[in-house]
């Protein structure tokens, strides 16, 4: 199970984490949720058919990496499609934003309720609903595609050449975790496959 995630009976998954994937997965998780901001939802006393029909932004994020959590609904080819792109964006941005938050929160949430092994090897099995395996497949494909953007990866091509980077480069770091969370999201999805 180390490294990977496992289908558990009657449905969910587990994986064994140690105490520094436990961390840096927790991290990775807060900077997304950084990054994503707390949103312009309503209050909880606001009136509830109100946040119904609240909109959202109307123009794409100026961050390419929440420009790729959050892109056009449409191509900009035509006035008519950017017009078309710009409605759905407005009605559906916040609700998009707000349930990646959620999932990014619920990844750190589960994290946070890990206790290490008492053998004292720093490590610890995390165990999943089926509902909280998507909701962690969402966050992890949501980390996947902000740090392949900060590495501006654009085809398999690219993502090949960073399997050759020398140990000196600075991006390093970031490709490992790339290539890490890749691993997690493919087990991940296999133990939902029927």
Do not use: C, H
Request: charged letters at 30%; proline letters at 7%.
């Amino acid at each position: 199970m180390a490294g990977q995630f496992e289908a558990l009976p009657g449905g969910g998954a587990a994986v064994a984490l140690d105490e520094v994937e436990i961390s840096i997965l927790r991290s990775l998780a807060v900077q997304l949720m950084e990054l994503i901001g707390p949103g312009d939802e309503p209050s909880v006393d606001a009136d509830p058919l109100a946040a119904l029909f609240s909109e959202g932004p109307s123009e794409p994020p100026s961050d390419p990496a929440l420009r790729r959590l959050f892109p056009d609904a449409y191509g900009d080819d035509s006035e008519e499609l950017r017009a078309a792109a710009s409605d759905f964006r407005r009605y559906t941005e916040n609700d998009l934003r707000a349930r990646k938050r959620d999932d990014a929160l619920l990844v750190v949430r589960a994290l946070d309720g890990l206790s290490t092994d008492a053998a004292g090897e720093g490590g610890a099995v995390l165990k999943l609903t089926p509902d909280e395996s998507r909701a962690w497949l969402g966050a992890l494909n949501d980390l996947r595609l902000t740090i392949g953007t900060r590495l501006e990866v654009t085809d398999d091509e690219e993502s090949e050449r960073l399997y050759r980077l020398p140990d000196s480069d600075p991006r390093k770091p970031m490709v490992m975790a790339y290539l890490w969370l890749g691993a997690l999201q493919e087990s991940l999805v296999a133990t939902l496959m029927p």
